[in-house]
């Protein structure tokens, strides 16, 4: 209370008292002893991110008891806020000053200090209010892809798998954040599910048919205004394991002489696999055949060599089993083949006389011949026309008197024989192979 009426009556002490009275009056002086009160002692407001600088976002109000400059209320913006708001001094609108990002910062809280204009500044009270601004949302971010634009999918993937989930982040919030997907051009083996990006296997992959696929993906957000982005994302086969190798020939054939030189190469046998890296790397095996042993076959290369001294009369031909196998590390697939090796006879035997020397008695005086006296044989190890004798007689002083016949080996005499003149005969006959 500011003003007292006081009626003051002043009385003397006899029988029959007199008095006066006056009226006084009494003018209490205000101090600076209230300080500012806000109502209401909090505020909320919201306000779209695309405000322009200068919109107001609420109205503020504190309230002095005190009289005279005590009374008189001044509005400040204290903390970081005054980059981004300011306030009218004396009527407390608060306003924008910048442009606002909700992406950046969601939400403000401004600290808003009421200041008596108390005549001595160091006795000035002051009380404070907080605003929180909240910033609403508006379709100002497109969708971007986060997921990589190459991606690695095996060809054994099983058919309606998920292979993949293309990954995308849009700053903004609620509807102007919810994201669908969709194929831009049709995709022969893949779907895409519109919400949640995931890509899913519509039929079987085939590396060695198809590599490769490029997706062109769009991502759209649910905005009333929709912002969109694009990928193309290529999607790579990975290979498995799925061909066996194959022979370029399912039987390999060779002929090679009997006196070959050990290591020689006889033939390179090929097998190609489909698949890649170690999957589609080849290696060779001889894995059966009576007399493998004798051959050795490269196994990186397929090349086949003569790993020991071949002898036509012990063995002339040889059926060898032959394998390619890749080189996968898990379930190593293969495939066989035949190799046949014909050997061919060279002339490595000389005829032998296996009854040599031959004894022959011929009566003397039989008439002139031919009159046949015995055959002789040579045997020669060796195969056709290398095994084939001729026969000759070699002593040139008797060649009128004996010949043989080099197809048979018969001897007949020639002439009539005496023994009183010569009682006995040496001759020389030759086994010659053709």
Known sequence: ??????????????????????????????????????????????????????????????????SGLSG????????????????????????????????????????????????????????????????????????????????????NAKVESTVYTVIVEDLDEGANSQISFRFLSPASVFSINTRSGALVLTSELDREKVSNYTLAIEARDGGSSPKSAHQNLTILITDANDNAPVFTQSQYNATVAEDVEVGHSLMRIHATDL????????????????????????????????????????????????????????????????????VMDVNDFVPVFDDSPYNAFVQEGMRDGPVPVMTITARDEDSGDNGMVQYSLRDINNTNMFEANSVTGEISVLKTLDRETVPMYVLTFVAIDR
């Open 275 to 342: 698949d890649k890296s170690l999957n589609g790397a080849v290696r060779y095996f001889i894995i059966g055949g009576e007399g493998s042993h004798d051959f050795h076959l490269d196994m990186s290369s397929g090349v086949l060599r003569v790993q020991k001294p071949l002898d036509y009369e012990r063995k002339k031909s040889y059926t060898i089993l032959v394998q390619a196998e890749d080189s996968s590390v898990e379930k190593p697939l293969h495939t066989n083949a035949t190799v046949v090796v014909s």
């Open 72 to 155: 008189e209320v001044r509005y400040s913006i204290i903390g970081d806020s005054v980059h981004s708001f300011a306030i009218g001094p004396i009527n407390g609108s608060l306003y924008t000053t910048s442009v606002l990002d909700r992406e950046l910062v969601p939400v403000y809280t401004v600290i808003v200090m009421a200041t008596d204009q108390a005549a001595i500044v160091g006795g000035r009270l002051s009380a404070t209010t907080t605003v929180q601004v909240k910033l609403a949302d508006i379709n100002d971010n497109p969708p971007v892809f986060v997921s990589p634009t190459l991606v690695e999918i095996s060809e």
């Open 1 to 66: 209370r500011q003003l007292y009426a006081l009626r003051v009556i002043g009385k003397d002490g006899a029988a029959e008292p007199r008095s006066t009275e006056v009226k006084v009056y009494i003018n209490v002086k205000d101090v600076n002893d209230n300080q500012p009160e806000f109502d209401p002692m909090s505020y909320y407001r919201e306000v779209s991110e695309d405000a322009l600088p200068g919109t107001l976002v609420v109205n503020v109000s504190a309230t002095d008891v005190d």
